[in-house]
């Protein structure tokens, strides 16, 4: 891409573009193109590792890479975590805590996400997502507070 005025240059090398002159006709120019990344940011750096895809929760609508977030599938009626992403079909996605899937039942959004005829069945959903949050979240008791406290 080169620059025209006013348009984005991605070129990080010196190189000829056209710049407007007036009302005239335009009048070619060498100059160094200024690469688009941030001060204090190598291009090499910032190039060099894979980006992660990004999806959006249906329960708290937020944004969040993919593998911080678990796909849900419809198989026969009832809503299966589809922890490879690789089962077929249509699926959504959710942050791994009970909050969302209670705001995504709420909502209705598994039915409208997964494009579903019916309300699905959410027991064995919500069974997972209890058991994942109770795993995950420390549980801190007031014994272990004080003791932080005293130190």
Known sequence: MCRV???????????????????????????TVHTPFALGVHPEESRGGRV????TCIGTRTRAPRSSLVRVVARDGRLVVDSTAALPGRGAWLTPS??????????????RALRLDFEPDTGDLREYFARVT??????ATTEQAERHMDN
């Open 5 to 31: 005025g006013w348009m984005l240059q991605a070129n990080t090398h010196p190189t000829r573009h056209i710049v407007p002159r007036g009302r005239g006709g335009r009048q070619a120019e060498e100059s």
């Open 52 to 55: 992660e895809p990004v999806r």
């Open 98 to 111: 009970i909050d969302a899937f209670e705001a995504a039942v709420r909502r209705r959004a598994f039915r």
């Open 134 to 139: 109770t795993d995950t979240r420390p549980v």
